[in-house]
């Protein structure tokens, strides 16, 4: 029986005009991250796509939160149940008080804020065939077996894209049905293979012959369609439609036929391309009975069993097993057996232990599962990327108790009307106490660090007694964050990230001790994230994007000897950077170093490059009056670097040339360019004038015109001189050769210039104008979309692209590439944060076992979820022939036998004593406290020393007196030691 319909809708005022649909616009500001994945035609789609989340428990709310956040049309969120307290231990949007109350009723209005673009309703009412027909896509969460059924049924009649997920403890399921004619317009999200055309032959079929131009073969796979472009010669292939290839050789590959084309004669890039497929799906009737499981193998199998006699056990009791009850789990295991057609098949002590813990509610589980299902929910609305075909099972039973810990009983799962309840059927009682002591530093507030905080939250971490979190960020919230962090709001714009997260953290869970920080963490903030911060912690979660910020907390952690969470994704670079290159070159450093030489009169005796003076003469001398002068300067570095520059190439090496060993020199990947010829109607030549000529004004001061009319009569007034080819010019063909380029610099020139610029300074400031020299240094601004740096960007990099025969990039491209973003989407970082947690529960376990713990690869647009036990640290440091790892010390105590504190050679002479160590330098970090080479007279008083003398010595020990003094020894034959850990009386 279901209770009443009940029906409730949010419409946040203003969101009808900013959406714009009429227009199919999108709205950049806030979807940019999400757009490098999907695609603006992908994201067109899913602004038009109706989304129902049946199930408002963990998983249903972690969906419904990331579709509301990718930008569907609407969602309705369904539940005919009410709140329990085992709902709170992984639904974040229910606190204590909504205990009793309609789930999806008392979610409705908190998803509603993610995203004033999406209409939330909530709905209790039957799911009947009338009511599913107004949705695309439908999902069903925490759902009885005979309701999917139904469901499916419904929906695959209809041609609804239909989504099953759930979770039962440690274990989750997904299934996908989107019809018999679904069709995937991007299967894939990986770059396209490209490769170098070396010779291409006349015949039926045509012979390719390329490779990547680094002796390495083409990559391509039999059935790929590829794409030509800058061939020369048989230059009909460039405007052909996709072809199919068939794959020969490493190096050589069959295409159509060739022989009415005209003969090959040089270059050309084959391009791999995305080609559209069409799919079909069996509804889950007949699903479950012939199921295509994702990595199929025995557990995958047996959890396929395990989970429908899950519903039969359900059916038959009225209810899910009790945690920890073996005669439950037995008659769950009896029920698979009878579903199994090879027994021998079926891994019954997978199935027990599911059984054992299927009560249960885990956030990183809910978080996991809820990242990949509402990823194919994307998938179903936008035809981008391939969908699951068609289950998926995934279980991480490893993060129960090791064998030989305390073991798991009834009495001690059983619930104790605690938010926890969900996860003590799990875990215990003990564990959660456990769980609430542990004292955690998280770096990072965005997009990871909001999911992972969000689970810290929903775990009870750091909730009880003595218990912790610290969270740092220096950044402020964007208004592009609010597409994927979901502890923000439009009115957080401009806060900082860390003392918002905190703040919402505490709305979720008001127990849980966090203490937001707005420091970085690097070596200029070690005497605040110093050694008493970190050896008071139980672990790290990094929450970075930046590769060297992660490497630096990693050092720390095995510094310290700390656990590490490490997660994050990597961006990609392309020909856009060398355009963001030129952007600081012309419109930043400039400046800045004008300034200096302006304000500060030491300026010119420092040891800048004849380069440097050069600019600061130019920008003083090319200093221009008004637009117009902006204009032509604009058109002379146009002419510069798009035509004069490729001509003095093509001067020193002409199309045919060769090398001394006879080998054409324009081989690929090597391509010969043309230069370009300034056209006063071509948009991208004029994109480039006008953004340039703006970014320079900004510079000097004045004041921008926008008039491209006004723009085009000065530039025809111009007269440029010809090209005049330079002789005996020298042009590093190799990065070698730049790198070994002599640098001559005449100094009889750079005096003269340093005379020259002095008394230029000299005579501004007599005559009291030196200010109004002064310049404005423009610093790149990517979410800005009206300051014209990515303008600049992507016209100077199209124009190089087109000197070369590259696909010009996109604005979007452009924006991505210089700005150094790393595309990012909710789904993706709510899954990864799972992953995360789950190694989490085994940290605070204290798993001892290395193959209990994972590393986890996920690539949610195949999808794969790849997990792996982490290798063992390899040998770090060694001394004759013995080894340690990374992880190894040396622990030793600063107090001697007779109770007085050791001096420094007192501790050498233990060391060579104990350990068998000749030591003949003493670091700690950067400081040497102690070298063979240094004077009898110095290594005399320095060995003398007390250790906390030289404790406090250090950087930073004021401010932190140091417990632990950490040395780093070298031996005589130079072999680097583990760390010295000695505990200072002082302790």
């Given at each position: 029986?279901?209770?009443?319909?009940?029906?409730?809708?949010?419409?946040?005022?203003?969101?009808?005009?900013?959406?714009?649909?009429?227009?199919?616009?999108?709205?950049?500001?806030?979807?940019?991250?999400?757009?490098?994945?999907?695609?603006?035609?992908?994201?067109?789609?899913?602004?038009?796509?109706?989304?129902?989340?049946?199930?408002?428990?963990?998983?249903?709310?972690?969906?419904?939160?990331?579709?509301?956040?990718?930008?569907?049309?609407?969602?309705?969120?369904?539940?005919?149940?009410?709140?329990?307290?085992?709902?709170?231990?992984?639904?974040?949007f229910l606190s204590e008080c909504d205990v009793g109350r309609n789930r999806a009723v008392a979610s409705q209005q908190h998803l509603a804020e993610l995203n004033s673009y999406v209409p939330v309703t909530a709905f209790t009412g039957e799911l009947t065939e009338s009511f599913l027909a107004a949705f695309q896509v439908v999902v069903l969460t925490n759902s009885t077996l005979e309701e999917q059924l139904h469901v499916s049924d419904i929906c695959h009649a209809h041609n609804i894209r239909f989504i099953l997920a759930d979770t039962k403890g440690l274990a989750g399921q997904l299934f996908c049905d989107f019809g018999e004619n679904f069709v995937v317009n991007e299967p894939s999200d990986t770059e396209p293979i490209c490769a170098y055309v070396q010779h291409i032959s006349q015949?039926?079929?045509?012979?390719?012959?390329?490779?990547?131009?680094?002796?390495?073969?083409?990559?391509?796979?039999?059935?790929?369609?590829?794409?030509?472009?800058?061939?020369?010669?048989?230059?009909?292939?460039?405007?052909?439609?996709?072809?199919?290839?068939?794959?020969?050789?490493?190096?050589?590959?069959?295409?159509?036929?060739?022989?009415?084309?005209?003969?090959?004669?040089?270059?050309?890039?084959?391009?791999?391309v995305n080609m559209p497929q069409l799919h079909s799906y069996a509804p889950l009737r007949a699903a479950l009975a012939e199921p295509k499981i994702k990595a199929m193998g025995d557990r995958g199998d047996s959890l396929h069993l395990?989970?429908?006699?899950?519903?039969?056990?359900?059916?038959?009791?009225?209810?899910?097993?009790?945690?920890?009850?073996?005669?439950?789990?037995?008659r769950l295991l009896e029920l698979a057996r009878g579903l199994s057609t090879h027994k021998e098949n079926l891994d019954e002590e997978l199935v027990r232990t599911f059984a054992l813990v299927s009560a249960g509610e885990l956030s990183p589980m809910a978080a996991l599962l809820g990242g990949l299902a509402s990823q194919e929910v994307l998938k179903a609305a936008s035809g981008k990327f391939l969908p699951l075909e068609q289950w998926m099972y995934f279980d991480a039973l490893e993060c129960l108790p090791e064998q030989g810990t305390e073991l798991l009983t009834e009495?001690?799962?059983?619930?104790?009307?605690?938010?926890?309840?969900?996860?003590?059927?799990?875990?215990?009682?003990?564990?959660?106490?456990?769980?609430?002591?542990?004292?955690?530093?998280v770096v990072g507030?965005?997009?990871?660090?909001?999911?992972?905080?969000?689970?810290?939250?929903?775990?009870?971490?750091?909730?009880?007694?003595?218990?912790?979190?610290?969270v740092t960020d220096m950044d402020t919230i964007e208004r592009s964050n609010l597409s994927r962090q979901l502890l923000f709001r439009p009115q957080d714009v401009g806060k900082l990230k860390s003392e918002t997260a905190a703040?919402?953290?505490?709305?979720?869970?008001?127990?849980?001790?966090?203490?937001?920080?707005?420091h970085p963490v690097g070596p200029n903030t070690e005497t605040l994230y110093g050694e008493h911060f970190f050896l008071a912690l139980d672990g790290v979660a990094n929450a970075l994007d930046s590769m060297q910020a992660r490497a630096y907390v990693d050092g720390r952690c095995i510094r310290y000897l700390k656990p590490l969470l490490d997660s994050g994704t990597e961006g990609t670079k392309g020909h856009v950077q060398w355009a963001r290159d030129e952007f600081d070159g012309l419109f930043k450093m400039p400046a800045e170093n004008v300034n200096k030489y302006l304000e500060d009169p030491a300026f010119l005796e420092r040891q800048w490059t004849l380069e440097v003076l050069e600019g600061v003469r130019s920008s003083l001398k090319e200093k221009p009056h008004s637009w117009q002068d902006c204009v032509r300067w604009a058109r002379q570095h146009w002419e510069s670097l798009y035509h004069q520059a490729v001509l003095q190439l093509l001067h020193v090496f002409p199309p045919g040339h060769e090398t001394s060993s006879g080998i054409p020199f324009w081989l690929p990947p090597k391509r010969c360019p043309r230069p370009l010829e300034f056209d006063c109607d071509n948009s991208t030549h004029m994109d480039?004038?006008?953004?340039?000529?703006?970014?320079?004004?900004?510079?000097?001061?004045?004041?921008?015109?926008?008039?491209?009319?006004?723009?085009?009569?000065?530039?025809?007034?111009?007269?440029?001189?010809?090209?005049?080819?330079?002789?005996?010019?020298?042009?590093?063909?190799?990065?070698?050769?730049?790198?070994?380029?002599?640098?001559?610099?005449?100094?009889?020139?750079?005096?003269?210039?340093?005379?020259?610029?002095?008394?230029?300074?000299?005579?501004?400031?007599?005559?009291?104008?030196?200010?109004?020299?002064?310049?404005?240094?423009?610093?790149f601004e990517k979410d800005d979309d009206s300051n014209g740096h990515v303008d600049f960007i992507m016209a100077?990099?199209?124009?190089?692209?087109?000197?070369?025969?590259?696909?010009?990039?996109?604005?979007?491209?452009s924006k991505r590439v210089a700005g150094r973003i790393i595309p990012a989407i909710a789904t993706t970082t709510a899954a990864v944060a799972g992953l995360a947690c789950l190694e989490l529960y085994k940290l605070v376990w204290g798993h001892q076992d290395l193959h209990s713990y994972r590393n986890s690869f996920l690539q949610l647009a195949e999808p794969l979820l790849a997990r792996f036990p982490p290798l063992p640290p390899p040998a770090a440091y060694k001394y004759g022939q013995e080894t340690w790892s990374c992880w190894h010390r040396i622990e030793v105590s600063g107090i001697g036998a007779d109770g007085e504190e050791l001096s420094l050679q007192e501790l050498l002479a233990q060391l060579q004593r104990v350990q068998g160590l000749p030591v003949r330098m003493v670091l700690s970090g950067a400081a040497i406290l102690y070298a063979s080479f240094w004077s009898e007279q110095k290594r005399k008083e320095q060995l003398a020393r007390r250790l906390t003398q030289l404790a406090g010595d250090l950087p930073g020990a004021a401010i932190q007196p140091s417990t632990v003094l950490v040395l780093e020894l070298v031996c005589e034959d130079d072999d680097i030691l583990p760390p010295v850990h000695v505990q200072l009386p002082c302790a």
């Open positions: 029986m279901f209770p009443a319909p009940a029906l409730v809708l949010h419409r946040p005022a203003g969101s009808r005009m900013r959406r714009s649909e009429s227009l199919g616009e999108i709205d950049e500001g806030l979807y940019s991250r999400q757009l490098y994945v999907l695609g603006h035609a992908a994201m067109r789609k899913l602004a038009n796509t109706t989304v129902l989340v049946s199930g408002m428990k963990g998983l249903g709310v972690e969906i419904a939160k990331n579709i509301i956040l990718a930008g569907v049309k609407s969602v309705t969120v369904h539940d005919p149940g009410n709140t329990q307290w085992t709902d709170l231990s992984s639904q974040f015949g039926s079929p045509g012979v390719v012959t390329c490779g990547d131009g680094e002796g390495h073969g083409h990559g391509f796979a039999d059935g790929d369609f590829v794409m030509f472009s800058g061939v020369e010669g048989m230059s009909q292939l460039n405007s052909c439609e996709p072809c199919a290839i068939r794959v020969l050789g490493e190096f050589t590959l069959e295409i159509g036929d060739t022989s009415s084309f005209a003969p090959y004669q040089r270059g050309g890039v084959l391009t791999q395990g989970f429908q006699a899950l519903h039969s056990f359900t059916a038959e009791t009225g209810r899910l097993p009790w945690p920890k009850a073996q005669t439950d789990a037995e009495e001690s799962c059983v619930p104790r009307g605690s938010r926890y309840d969900g996860q003590i059927a799990v875990f215990g009682a003990d564990f959660q106490k456990r769980l609430g002591q542990q004292k955690y530093f507030a965005g997009a990871i660090g909001c999911e992972l905080l969000k689970n810290f939250a929903m775990i009870g971490l750091a909730a009880g007694e003595g218990g912790s979190i610290t703040a919402a953290l505490r709305q979720m869970n008001p127990t849980i001790r966090v203490t937001a920080q707005p480039y004038i006008m953004a340039a000529a703006s970014l320079f004004a900004q510079t000097h001061r004045l004041q921008v015109c926008r008039d491209r009319a006004a723009a085009r009569e000065t530039l025809r007034a111009m007269v440029v001189p010809p090209f005049q080819p330079a002789h005996g010019v020298q042009i590093p063909t190799t990065e070698e050769e730049m790198v070994e380029a002599p640098t001559r610099v005449d100094e009889v020139q750079l005096v003269a210039l340093r005379q020259e610029l002095a008394e230029c300074r000299q005579v501004l400031l007599e005559v009291g104008c030196g200010s109004a020299h002064l310049m404005e240094p423009i610093h100077a990099s199209n124009l190089r692209a087109e000197n070369y025969g590259i696909a010009p990039a996109d604005w979007h491209k």
